[in-house]
Nanobody
Framework: VQLTESGGGLVQTGGSLKLSCLAS????????MAWFRQAPGKEREAVAT????????YPEDSVKGRFTITRNTNQNTVYLQMTDLKPEDTAVYYC?????????????????????WGQGTQVTVSS
């Protein structure tokens, strides 16, 4: 199983980026997927999660209203649209997928609930 992220980069404050994550080797259409991030010197945190049916949840208050997670089950892909980016959004962003929570409506948010991880993509927001 492989998760491959793309779309990271350098953007100015207030700018937008869209991250993509393509899963291969296993179909996750009935399982939750998520985006996490890890800033320098900080622990990894859940940014957005999405259930098999598209129910989205944002455990991190600072991104609510600015980030949107979506998925395309036919393409086994999850996206993270980020708008109004701030310097504090600077981090490595990781895509994750769970092998459990089959058709559970509310997606999990703990790292331990996700079993497959991408290598990460750097997002840098300049002030």
């Amino acid at each position: 199983v492989q998760l491959t992220e793309s779309g990271g980069g350098l953007v100015q404050t207030g700018g937008s980026l869209k991250l993509s994550c393509l899963a291969s080797g296993r179909n996750f259409k009935d399982h939750p997927m998520a985006w996490f991030r890890q800033a320098p010197g900080k622990e990894r945190e859940a940014v957005a999660t999405i259930s098999w049916s598209g129910f989205d949840y944002y455990p991190e208050d600072s991104v609510k209203g600015r980030f949107t997670i979506t998925r395309n089950t036919n393409q086994n892909t999850v996206y993270l649209q980020m708008t109004d980016l701030k310097p504090e959004d600077t981090a490595v962003y990781y895509c994750a997928a769970s092998g459990l929570f089959y058709r559970v409506e509310r997606p999990p948010v703990r790292e331990d609930d996700f079993h497959y991880w991408g290598q990460g993509t750097q997002v840098t927001v300049s002030s």
